[in-house]
């Protein structure tokens, strides 16, 4: 485009990424210095989990990418990586499914997104982790005190705050989620809400919310990163990581939190049957020829057009498919308050049904018309019989 | 013998204006419901096919004039010199007159209201709640818009309006409130347009023409 041909323009943009590489390099080597040192050597991890150099390479180059930064980056990027054990962890679990966790633990073939996340320094997760009981409670106090300050806060599920939070207590003090979380973000580094629950609330929250659960910003008045998602994929999460490892900091966020290189852009702007809705090509119903021809999936209720995320272009499971490839219509999971501003499912958004009796607002619009056409005729008619004329001045 | 005087009611710019919006109000309803529930096409090659792309094409070209003409005769509404309708926006004030023409309307009274504003003081009110469905309608139009297209004057006017966006619950609400309001719309244009005929018909001052010549007309004795 028109600014790339201007040198001026690219002499300001390499000036800012050398900048910024300064800087990225900068807090490495603050981080190799300050942080423990890597529980686990990369290299062989990834041997075990039967990953090549050369895929680690490619990895690299595609992370780079996905959190837009210009290819001078990979080198930073691997060496991120290599710290990823070091980073100090603190996973809580509210009121959540746990989905989150295992959608970030359990593949079939791991690559290399779940290898880093099995190395990351967990201090305490309540489901993984052995301990129980007050000894699990010891760990989490030793992780806050050891890392006063220098771990990250991860946080799957919403906070219930009817009742003082009395909804949802948790462990052998039974604190409830809402001192616990407050206790621990109030120590972090960072913290980072994983899944729609802790971003947004999600079901918990979905109409008529009787615990009045809230997402984690909500809930506590603190700033968080918000990987919504239900689940999120496992690069929006490594890949803030690692943004937090090379440049100190979390990600640039949009204004709900979210981190603007994962969801700056709609669903519906990457989606590959994006063509066939500029076509006006559309599945009209399950499994008819529209369908096998894999056209676009907008009046099977598909909410990509109002659905901020990058799941058509990470895509799931190693990147073998994602929702609307495999023939289903996006419901919006990372949007907040999902359950009840993207229903119905499989209808679209115009034929939400309002009021009561399966009314949509085209229904209601064509009775209402049909009042307002029998209204007028009636006063027409009123106005003929009766003679209606006004008096003269 | 009954003389007849013109009166000029509507400047050139008032005409305009409701024309311009008349006819954005139409091309986008039609092709808003396009875009609510599209019908498939079947036949022939995709590559040759762009109905959903032109319908949204033209639902934003005429969705950006309506916002241009909205500005425009808000200006004129404000600062107008001879087109200042500030005044008579409120001609529902005058709760007296007001009265008289609900009674009017409603054929109890055959007293018709003073003729001291450009609107009638039922008329006032109505067009005060459409100056605000419009403006609600361009709102929500420019955040959806917005959120399909990251460049230029679109980016800009998205990233001021996200705070609405989000205080709305996000786009599929935008989107839903969009549409029941063309809904509010529909329903405007066949009250007006029957209220103008009526109007036409009982008082025969050539009220329809005068949206077209600018002119009414009034017996003198």
């Not at chain 1, 710290?83 to 603190?90: A, D, G, M, Y």
């Not at chain 1, 982790?129 to 990250?152: S, T």
């Not at chain 2, 023409?101 to 001291?116: G, N, R, W």
């Amino acid at each position: 485009m028109g600014r790339k041909t201007n040198p001026e323009y690219m002499n300001t943009v390499g000036r800012q990424y050398n900048q910024l590489m300064e800087h990225c390099k900068a807090n490495l080597d603050k981080v190799e210095n300050e942080l423990p040192p890597a529980r686990e050597e990369l290299s062989e991890t990834l041997k075990d989990g039967g990953v090549s150099r050369r895929d680690f390479i490619k990895w690299s180059s595609i992370m780079t990418a996905t959190l837009m930064l210009p290819p001078m980056f990979k080198p930073m990027v691997a060496r991120a990586a290599e710290s990823f054990s070091r980073l100090p962890v603190v996973w809580l679990h509210l009121a959540e499914c746990t989905g989150c966790s295992e959608a970030l633990l359990r593949t079939s073939y791991p690559n290399i997104d779940d290898i880093l996340l099995d190395t990351i320094s967990l201090e305490y997760h309540e489901t993984l982790m052995a301990a129980a009981g007050h000894q699990a409670e010891q760990n989490l106090e030793k992780a806050m005190h050891d890392f006063d300050g220098k771990f990250i806060c991860v946080i799957e599920g919403a906070i219930p705050t009817g009742l003082d939070g009395k909804y949802l207590t948790l462990g052998a003090n039974g604190k409830t989620g809402l001192e616990l979380a407050k206790e621990v973000t109030s120590k972090a580094a960072a913290t980072i809400c994983i899944g729609s629950c802790s971003s947004f609330g999600n079901v918990q929250a979905a109409k008529p919310n009787p615990t009045d659960a809230k997402g984690i910003s909500d809930a506590l008045g603190i700033p968080t990163v918000n990987i919504a998602g239900c689940p999120p994929h496992p690069a929006n999460f490594v890949g803030t990581l690692l943004h937090f490892l090379m440049f100190g900091g979390l990600p640039p966020v949009d204004s709900l939190g979210r981190p603007l290189w994962a969801y700056g852009k709609r669903i519906h702007d990457f989606c590959e049957r994006r063509p066939h809705y500029d076509a006006g090509e559309f599945v009209e119903e399950w499994g008819d020829e529209p369908a096998k021809n894999g056209w676009c999936l907008y009046k099977m209720g598909c909410k990509g057009p109002y659905t901020f995320a990058n799941c058509s272009k990470v895509r799931f499971n190693d990147g073998i498919s994602w929702p609307v490839m495999a023939g289903h219509g996006c419901m919006g999971c990372t949007e907040p308050g999902f359950w009840d501003t993207m229903a119905p499912l499989e209808k679209p958004i115009s034929e939400k049904t309002i009021l009561a009796n399966e009314r949509t607002v085209d229904k209601l619009g064509v009775a209402a018309l049909g009042a307002t056409a029998a209204g007028i005729a009636i006063h027409a008619v009123a106005s003929a019989v009766k003679g209606h004329k006004p008096d003269k001045e | 013998m009954a003389q007849i005087e013109k009166k000029h009611e509507w400047t050139i710019a008032i005409r305009l204006a409701h024309w311009g919006r008349a006819f954005s109000i139409f091309v986008l309803i039609a092709t808003g419901f396009y875009i609510a529930s599209p019908f498939t096409v079947f036949s022939g090659e995709t590559t040759d096919k762009f109905l959903m792309g032109n319908m949204r094409f033209y639902h934003i070209l005429f969705g950006v004039i309506l916002t241009f003409v909205f500005i425009i005769r808000r200006y004129l509404t404000l600062f107008g010199r001879k087109s200042s309708d500030l005044r008579d926006l409120f001609a529902w004030t005058d709760i007296k007159n007001m009265i008289k023409q609900i009674k009017f309307y409603a054929l109890i009274s055959t007293k018709a209201p003073e003729d001291k504003y450009l609107y009638g003081p039922f008329q006032s009110l109505v067009y005060t709640g459409l100056m605000f469905m419009v403006l609600f309608m361009v709102v929500t139009g420019l955040i959806l818009t917005g959120a399909c297209y990251h460049n230029g004057l679109t980016e800009i006017v998205y990233a001021i309006l996200k705070p609405i966006e989000n205080l709305m619950g996000g786009l599929a609400n935008v989107r839903f409130m969009h549409h029941i309001f063309t809904w509010l719309f529909i329903l405007f244009i066949v009250v007006h347009v029957y209220m103008a005929f009526w109007y036409d018909i009982i008082f025969g001052k050539g009220t329809v023409s005068s949206i077209i010549s600018g002119n009414i007309f009034k017996e003198t004795h």
